[in-house]
């Protein structure tokens, strides 16, 4: 025993860096070091980046570019629903992965969706007004019975309510988006992101 131990420690003298790469290269990796997805070239690192820093205002600014990228609109710089069904189900699946990691599942599109429904909404569908105006007030999208100016008013800190994130809506827009969020309600189940019974 004590050969081997002389021998390993010989051998870590003289080639401690190539073993050290062979051991790295073996072990398993608990983590996707992929950051990289196949759809558009999208990397992902910086969003999961933002987000375990939990700067929330990056993160909803990296989410945007990222749906911008995917839905093929990143050079118009906003996103019409018709468009929004171009975003693969690869690229909203790991956004909507990276957001609830690393928020404990309080934020995410995931998140979000049950209270799209519990306030009366449904996916790919328009309803009423007053439905989608209860799923802004339950998030904190609509303050004092009124939508709030996006982005800016947006609340960024850790004490924002459950589901507040993300919000990829344009800058200073003042209505919740009621066609596009329902368009992206029907991709969350045509994805499998979300369990949904008519």
Known sequence: MKIKSFVLALILTIFPHSFYQTQAQTLPSSQN?????????????????????QNWRKANDETRNIILQGSGRKSIGWIPPSDLKNLSCDNLKTIDTLWKENSNGRFGFSIQFPIYIETGNRPGRMVSDDAFNRFGDRIGWRKDNDWIIFYENLNFTNTAPIAHFPNPRAEYSITGGRLLYSVLAEKMVQCKIVNYKK
Do not use: G, Q
Request: glycine residues 0%.
């Open 33 to 53: 070091t992929n950051s990289i997805s196949a759809d558009n070239d999208i990397d992902f690192s910086t969003l999961e980046k933002y987000l375990v820093e």
